[in-house]
């Protein structure tokens, strides 16, 4: 075999590394974690319902190829993406497997078709909603997440606090919802709690990746 067959044939192995990386769910769930922020193994193992052991293994592949890195920071370590550039691959993948994927849009339909009355809008919709009306942007991701970055305007509501803060709205307030993204199942579930409580809701799929992508054109 000559050295341009070599060449070739090695690169391809070390392009694999990253699609055998990439092969596991519960890897790209931790990707996904990391694009809204640095985390502990903890908390990453709060966020996906894995247990340590098993984040642990997950972080150690990614690791050795090169998707995450770590930090330490007095008894604790914190993970975060090796770089910006991996957000873009998440979203390429996330946009080519809702496109060739059916099971993906039948899986979110079915999910949406158990909540009554739940209405999407477009971020498009939201931005023309936040600059004409009086309106609550909610984020429901965690805190932490929140103080990394948000949209301009949204106050912080986790979703475990929600129902506390439903307390406290005044009866005419109108609300959209976000949280992680098209992966998040969240803003569903806090619109249908808000519209039970007698308010006028709405949910944006996206979050705070894809509304920045989409605003910088």
Not at 76 to 97: G, Q
Not at 112 to 124: A, E, G
Not at 125 to 130: A, D, F, G, S, T
Not at 175 to 203: D, M, T
Request: glycine share 4%.
């Amino acid at each position: 075999m000559d050295s341009a067959n070599l060449l070739k044939d090695e690169l391809y192995r070390q392009l694999s590394r990253i699609g055998k990386c990439l092969s596991s769910d519960k890897r790209l769930e931790i990707l996904t974690l990391l694009s809204q922020g640095s985390k502990t193994v903890d908390k990453l193992a709060t966020s996906s319902g894995m247990n340590f052991a098993n984040v642990s293994r997950h972080l150690q592949i990614l690791l050795e190829a090169k998707l995450v890195k770590f930090t330490k920071r007095g008894t604790h370590v914190i993970y975060s993406l090796a770089s910006p550039d991996i957000v873009d691959l998440l979203t390429s993948l996330w946009r080519i497997s809702e496109k060739q994927l059916p099971d993906i849009a039948k899986l979110k339909d079915d999910f949406m078709n158990n909540l009554d009355s739940i209405q999407t809008l477009t971020m498009d919709q939201v931005m023309e909603k936040l600059s004409t009306e009086s309106i609550l942007l909610l984020d429901l991701r965690p805190k932490e997440e929140f103080e990394i970055g948000h949209i301009r305007g949204a106050i912080s509501v986790p979703m475990e606090e929600l129902e506390l803060f439903i307390r406290e709205l005044p009866q005419d307030a109108e609300i959209i919802a976000y949280c992680r993204g098209p992966l998040c199942a969240y803003s569903a579930i806090a619109v249908q709690k808000l519209q039970a409580e007698g308010y006028r809701a709405f949910r944006m799929d996206e979050g705070v990746i894809e509304w920045q992508e989409h605003f910088a054109h």
